[in-house]
Antibody
């Protein structure tokens, strides 16, 4: 059974930083393309970014609102995905979900999701 | 970037109704479209991918269609467990979600 468990959320001041983790199990993490998606309170889903598998280059891509401030990385030895968030603003307050990408050969739909972790940016 | 626009934003319907949600892309996305269902307090669940392929858990009253820039999600006979918010998502170029359609009880 695929399991994705996010951690590292909490309260942070504007301008601060936070690193989220997503522990993965139940599938071959090494081969997986992984995404972060967020949802502000009472709002819709917003794609944050994606990292490819190392076999496919290991590169990450980001949505415009977070590009240059957020960084996605992975540690395949620990089956863990990370989201480093810097220069946080109140607009970044949201529940953050990690997810796996399905599809072969064209990937991109999000077939498994974690339960989400709350990040609150407030002074 | 590709923008996704869903309509309506809210839909009031009764059990047994046929319901259709539309999703439009700002440029062609071929068939690279997925639909998700989200209930209050829960994470999203993949419903349909590649425009019309149902996930294994999805009952056949759900269907998806379209191509290019216009897509639809149809529920042929709305059931109590279907009251939720539905999102479309394109994965042709990066990823982007529609703003969501809340299906509420009339």
């Amino acid at each position: 059974e695929v399991q994705l468990v996010e951690s590292g959320g909490g309260l942070v001041k504007p301008g601060g930083s936070l690193r989220l983790s997503c522990a993965a199990s139940g599938f071959t993490f090494t081969n997986a393309w992984m995404d972060w998606v967020r949802q502000a309170p009472g709002k819709g889903l917003e794609w944050v970014g994606r990292i490819k598998s190392n076999a496919d280059g290991g590169t990450a891509d980001y949505a415009a609102p977070v590009k240059g401030r957020f960084s996605i990385s992975r540690d395949d030895s620990k089956n863990t995905l990370y989201l480093q968030m810097n220069s946080l603003t109140t607009d970044d307050s949201a529940v953050y979900y990690c997810s796996t990408e399905g599809g072969d050969p064209w990937r991109g739909y999000l077939d498994h999701w974690g339960h989400g972790i709350l990040v609150t940016v407030s002074s | 970037d590709i923008q996704m626009t869903q309509s309506p934003s809210t839909l009031s319907a009764s059990v047994g109704d046929r319901v259709t949600i539309t999703c439009r892309a700002s440029q062609s996305i071929s068939s690279r479209l997925a639909w998700y269902q989200q209930k209050p307090g829960e994470g999203p669940k993949l419903l349909i991918y590649e425009t019309s392929t149902l996930e294994s858990w999805v009952p056949p009253r759900f269907s998806g269609s379209g191509s290019g820039t216009e897509f639809t999600l149809t529920i042929s006979s709305l059931q109590p467990g279907d009251f939720a918010t539905y999102y479309c998502q394109q994965y042709f170029y990066y990823r982007a979600f529609g703003q969501g359609t809340k299906v509420e009880i009339k």
